[in-house]
Each structure stands twice: as structure tokens, then as C-alpha cells.
């Protein structure tokens, strides 16, 4: 079983900037990736941020240049740095986490943290 803590949403102006944190724990071997999703009202759920073992990085096209994922390896952490924030970021954020378990992989949600960014 794997948990996941998340940290960081809330309520901030067009401009402002957030910093969203997701803690894994519990049993698995290693971290494959650690992302971020979001969920805005009528839309789908899509990807954020996701950072890989390597240190490779993705980000949708919407949010580059803007977001920073980086990743603590040591506290299995992993921060989405949002600055220039604008009211279509306002959505329900997921920390996701894929995890090695010997010869099997597992991904695993968190809860979800609300960002909601007031014009």
C-alpha cells in the first residue's frame, strides 16, 4: 500500500504563486515517476507536471514556463512550484505516483488539493 499526502492548495490572485507538495510513503522498492494532475469544473482530468527517476521532466504546454516540478528523492517528495497563476488554473489537483514492486509496477492517486485562482 502506498500513501500519498498532499499540501499546499488554496486561494490566491491572478499573479500569485503556489507550491504544492506530495509525500509518498509506505512499502515499495522505488519511485518510477511522481506527478501532478489537475481537474477543472466540466473538464477532464488532465496532466500537469511529472518528473522520472532520472530527472527527466514533462510538462503540458499550457503550464511550461510557469510550473516547476522538482522532486526530493530522500523524503520521496515531490513539489509543483506554480507561479504567474491564472484563473484556468482553478482546479482540483492529484499528486500521482508510480511505484516499483519487484517485478510490478503500481500507480497510486492522492486525495486531491484545491487551487483556485481569483482575476
Known amino acids: 500500500q502506498v500513501q500519498l499526502v498532499e499540501s499546499g492548495g488554496g486561494l490566491v490572485q491572478a499573479g500569485g504563486s503556489l507550491r504544492l507538495s506530495c509525500a509518498a510513503s509506505?512499502?515499495?522498492?522505488?519511485?518510477?515517476?511522481m506527478g501532478w494532475y489537475r481537474r477543472a469544473a466540466g473538464r477532464q482530468r488532465e496532466l500537469v507536471a511529472q518528473?522520472?527517476?532520472?530527472?527527466?521532466?514533462h510538462y503540458a504546454n499550457s503550464v511550461k514556463g510557469r510550473f516547476t516540478i522538482s522532486r526530493d528523492s530522500a523524503k520521496n517528495t515531490v513539489h509543483l512550484q506554480m507561479n504567474s497563476l491564472n484563473p484556468e488554473d482553478t482546479a482540483i489537483y492529484y499528486c500521482?505516483?508510480?511505484?516499483?514492486?519487484?517485478?510490478?509496477?503500481?500507480?497510486?492517486w492522492g486525495r486531491g488539493t484545491e487551487v483556485t485562482v481569483s482575476a
Open positions: 518528473i522520472f527517476n532520472g530527472g527527466n521532466t
Open positions: 509506505g512499502s515499495f522498492d522505488s519511485i518510477v515517476a
Open positions: 500521482n505516483v508510480e511505484t516499483q514492486h519487484t517485478t510490478w509496477s503500481r500507480e497510486s
